[in-house]
C-alpha cells in the first residue's frame, strides 16, 4: 500500500501570502496525484489532477508541481476564501486502489 | 451539471449492515468514462476511499474493506449503492458518493480525478 505523507500539518498564513504545501509518497506513483480542497461542511472539490493540471474553474493561483514521490501544490497568493485543509490523492495501478493524504490546513495567522 | 445525492438511515446498531445509495442527476450513471465510488470521513479525520462501480458491475474495493462491502448500480433508476457489514463504531463518518472520471491523453496516458461528490451523509453506529 502507498502511502501519502502531507507537511505541515498546519501552515499559518496572511492573506496575500503564497502557500506551498507538500505531499510525499512512500513509492512512485509517476504523476497519479491529484489534490483537493476541503472547506468545513462541504465536500471535498478537486482543484489539481494528474500532479500539474488545473481542474475546470479553478483559479490560476492554485499550481501543482512534482512528480514520482514528492509534490507540491502551491498558491501564490491567498484568499479569504483559500483558507482551508488541503488533501492529496494518489491511485495505485493494479489492482486500483486511491489513497490519500492526512491534509495539511490552511488557516489565517 | 452533474449532481450526486446520498440517502439512507443515519444511525445503524453495531453488527449490522449499512446501507447507503447515491442518486445521480444531470447525466446518465451508464455515459461516459466514469466509476462511481464511495469515500468516507471520521469527524476530523481524512478521506478513506471504499470502493468503485463500473455500469457493467466490475468493481474494486479498498482491501482493507473488502471483505464487508459491497457496491452495486441500478441504471435505471441511476443510482449505485454501498452496502458495509458487521459495522462497529469505528465505521461512523460522513460518507460520500463521487464520481471518478478518466481518459487517455494524446501520448496514450490515463488521467483521472475523482470531480463530482455528494454533499455527504453522517452515519452513525451506536447501539
Known amino acids: 500500500e502507498i502511502v501519502l505523507t502531507q507537511s505541515p500539518a498546519t501552515l499559518s498564513l496572511s492573506p496575500g501570502e503564497r502557500a506551498t504545501l507538500s505531499c510525499r509518497a512512500s513509492q512512485s506513483v509517476s504523476s497519479y496525484l491529484a489534490w483537493y480542497q476541503q472547506k468545513p461542511g462541504q465536500a471535498p472539490r478537486l482543484l489539481i489532477y494528474d500532479a500539474s493540471n488545473r481542474a475546470t474553474g479553478i483559479p490560476a493561483r492554485f499550481s501543482g508541481s512534482g512528480s514520482g514521490t514528492d509534490f507540491t501544490l502551491t498558491i501564490s497568493s491567498l484568499e479569504p476564501e483559500d483558507f482551508a485543509v488541503y488533501y492529496c490523492q494518489q491511485r495505485s495501478n493494479w489492482p486500483p486502489e486511491f489513497t490519500f493524504g492526512p491534509g495539511t490546513k490552511v488557516d489565517i495567522k | 451539471q452533474v449532481q450526486l445525492q446520498e440517502s439512507g438511515p443515519g444511525l445503524v446498531k453495531p453488527s449490522q449492515t449499512l446501507s447507503l445509495t447515491c442518486t445521480v442527476s444531470?447525466?446518465?450513471?451508464?455515459?461516459?468514462?466514469?466509476?462511481w465510488s464511495w469515500i468516507r470521513q471520521p469527524a476530523g479525520k481524512g478521506l478513506e476511499w471504499i470502493g468503485r462501480i463500473y455500469t457493467s458491475g466490475s468493481t474494486n474495493y479498498n482491501p482493507s474493506l473488502k471483505s464487508r462491502v459491497t457496491i452495486s448500480v441500478d441504471t435505471s433508476k441511476n443510482q449505485f449503492s454501498l452496502k458495509l457489514s458487521s459495522v462497529t463504531a469505528a465505521d461512523t463518518a460522513v460518507y460520500y458518493c463521487?464520481?471518478?472520471?478518466?481518459?487517455?491523453?494524446?501520448?496514450?496516458?490515463?488521467?483521472?480525478?475523482?470531480?463530482?461528490w455528494g454533499q455527504g451523509t453522517l452515519v452513525t453506529v451506536s447501539s
Open positions: 444531470g447525466g446518465s450513471i451508464s455515459s461516459g468514462s466514469y466509476y
Open positions: 463521487a464520481r471518478y472520471a478518466y481518459y487517455y491523453d494524446s501520448s496514450g496516458y490515463l488521467k483521472d480525478y475523482f470531480d463530482y
